[in-house]
């Protein structure tokens, strides 16, 4: 499924992440319910047609909802594991010392081993319930209506707010071993500074990018960098210069080559942004469980309940000497 969303410059990334594996095995050519025998499940709450809409709503929704989760995605970052993992760990290693140049195999070198440090962060799960009862939907089918699908719209946006707000602002309730979910605003690591003045002012906007990157050059990050900001300011990056060039503050930043994108997100602080390097020594989505909808019915078939849910975590890595390859940047 396609989606025409400015927001996804992928815009398969949520779809790929949205599967739907408690929907029935399969439907017959009414639209019917059927077991993997081909027999009619005669108690099915939705036909065919409404587990369609049902699931495009989820879909729908998720793919409005994931702003830097889905870039990160879009990217290519992910790892899987299971729902067995509750704290996913990695390691990082030391650079070793230079290379000796010498004329000959005899000339003695100097040997050399890296050192690591090990990093965790917990993999939590992520659940909103909804549920539709068997005499709304009979009610709606009677007047040729469509499936309601409002409830299940909203869980899927509390469900992916979280997630999303995770990945910006970390989440120190959820502890094991005395490690929380840091977040690009939080990340003890990250580089922070302040702008070069108030983006109202479209000379302070270039600058402000110009110093992160070469900041970060310093630090051997050389991006692509991904932009999440606060939407104010990026409604000031839509400004003109007034120079006769036709160019906004916004295309001058994206001429930028480490720049990838720069997206507006409702959950940045006002005056902030965040930039993260696209590569997965700087981040990675660890995914437990896609996002999906599950299903079970009251045991007198008077009501069916669904819970959306998934289980990932943001890993944002910090390399030996204590870097990252994110940008934290206030006063904007």
Known sequence: MDFDLTILKDPDAVARL????????AFNKRGLAINRQGDLITNAFLNQEEWERLDAAIIRTAA??????????GAGLTTRTTLA??????????????????????TQVEGDRVDRKTYSVPV????????IGRRELLTARANGADLETTNAEEATASVVE????????????IVIEGTSISGLRTLTARYTTTADGDFGTIANIYPTFRKLINTMHTRTYHGPFA??????????????????????????????????SVNYNDLMT???????????NVVDIRIALD??????????????????????????KTDYAGYSGIVHITAC
């Open 124 to 131: 939590p799960i992520i659940s909103k319930p909804f549920s």
């Open 270 to 280: 006002d005056a902030e942004f965040t930039a993260v390097q696209l590569t997965n």
């Open 162 to 173: 979280q997630a999303e707000g995770m990945l910006i602002n970390g989440d120190t309730s």
């Open 64 to 73: 409005r909802k994931f702003n830097a989760y889905s870039t990160i995605v």
């Open 85 to 106: 993992e509750w704290s996913s760990k990695w390691r990082v290693a030391s650079e070793m010392t230079a290379a000796d140049v010498t004329l000959d195999f005899e």
């Open 227 to 260: 932009v999440q900001m606060a939407p104010n300011q990026y409604s000031e990056l839509l400004q003109y210069y007034s120079d006769g060039t036709g160019q906004r503050a916004l295309d001058r930043v994206l001429a930028l080559p480490e720049i990838q």
């Open 291 to 316: 996002l999906e909808t599950r299903r079970w019915e009251a045991p007198d078939g008077s009501r069916i309940y669904f819970m959306v849910m998934m289980a990932a975590v943001p890993r944002l």
């Open 18 to 25: 949205t599967t739907n594996t408690w929907r029935p095995h």
